[in-house]
């Protein structure tokens, strides 16, 4: 099937670990992040109900007193 005229491929993942991003403290992980390309950057509390689907671009933190204590891509 030929791509439609006009669409452009989705922008690249920046190539990072999210699990160096665990033991920060979230405005510095957020900063980060950001600085390594992340377009996207969502801050969650634990257990929090959320969308599933997967976004290129956005990385994901669980953060609990401040500090991200899980972390994922889309």
């Known amino acids: 099937m030929a791509p439609m005229q006009g ?3 989705p922008p690249a993942e ?7 991003y665990v033991g920060l403290d979230a405005q510095s ?4 992040a950001r600085g390594r390309g ?4 969502r ?3 634990p257990g929090a109900i959320i969308t ?3 976004r290129v671009g956005r ?7 401040g ?3 899980r972390c994922w891509k889309g």
Do not use: I
């Not at 992980?29 to 980060?32: F, H």
């Not at 990385?59 to 007193?65: A, G, Q, R, T």
């Open 67 to 69: 500090v991200v204590r």
């Open 14 to 20: 920046p190539q990072d670990t999210p699990d160096t």
């Open 52 to 54: 599933m689907e997967y």
């Open 29 to 32: 992980a957020e900063r980060q």
């Open 7 to 9: 669409s452009q491929p």
């Open 38 to 41: 992340w377009s996207t950057v």
């Open 43 to 45: 801050q969650l509390p």
């Open 59 to 65: 990385l994901n933190f669980e953060v609990s007193d």
